[in-house]
Nanobody
Framework: QVQLVESGGGLVQAGGSLSLSCAAS????????MGWFRQAPGKEREFVAA????????DYPDSVKGRFTISRDNAKNTVHLQMNRLKPEDTAVYYC???????????WGQGTQVTVSS
């Protein structure tokens, strides 16, 4: 099992920035991919970003490309999501995820709320 704990959500004005972090514990060797998904009210969960153990980054979806950057610190078993130029449509609960496939994670964090006001 891998346990994931997110931090860093909050309220920000449109155009601002936020950074999310996720700390993994347990069988972290299973976390070949670590990444982020988000779910807005009334919408399906959406893939946001993923990064491999080697540092390779999966292509970002168009909705966040050029604004969000994922990074990983293997020594600390953490993954970070830097979100810049935030938009109201980025408002969602952001979930940290991990597993062997980038878009089909085996493990999920509890989620952290990000709210972008217009």
């Amino acid at each position: 099992q891998v346990q994931l704990v997110e931090s860093g959500g909050g309220l920000v004005q449109a155009g601002g920035s936020l950074s999310l972090s996720c700390a993994a514990s347990g069988r972290t060797g299973s976390a070949y991919f670590m990444g982020w998904f988000r779910q807005a009210p009334g919408k399906e969960r959406e893939f946001v970003a993923a990064i491999m153990w080697t540092g390779g980054v999966i292509d970002y979806p168009d909705s966040v490309k050029g604004r969000f950057t994922i990074s990983r610190d293997n020594a600390k078993n953490t993954v970070h999501l830097q979100m810049n130029r935030l938009k109201p449509e980025d408002t969602a609960v952001y979930y940290c995820a991990a597993g062997s496939l980038p878009r089909q994670p085996n493990y999920w964090g509890q989620g952290t709320q990000v709210t972008v006001s217009s």
